[in-house]
């Protein structure tokens, strides 16, 4: 039922709104130089990223040999 959650594109989105709220904290507090929880959120978001990386790529990849395919060339 909920299958979506398992999606790389839903985990890159997950990690993209991470990486924006956490980077929006971190660069608010830049001049301060204090370690905060956000900088432990804005490396995870970079993680979750990047391992829907291979899978993206994977998937585009797929998707181009099928257009290949298919072109009347």
Do not use: Q
Request: aromatic fraction near 14%; charge should be negative; glycine fraction near 6%.
């Amino acid at each position: 039922m909920l299958r979506f959650l398992h999606s790389p594109i839903f985990t890159f989105l997950v990690g993209f709104v991470l990486l924006c709220t956490a980077g929006y904290e971190t660069w608010l507090t830049w001049e301060e130089s204090v370690i905060g929880a956000h900088h432990g959120v804005l490396l995870y978001a970079f993680t979750h990223i990047l391992k829907t990386v291979p899978e993206l790529a994977e998937g585009a990849w797929r998707v181009d040999e099928a257009v290949n395919e298919m072109s009347p060339d």
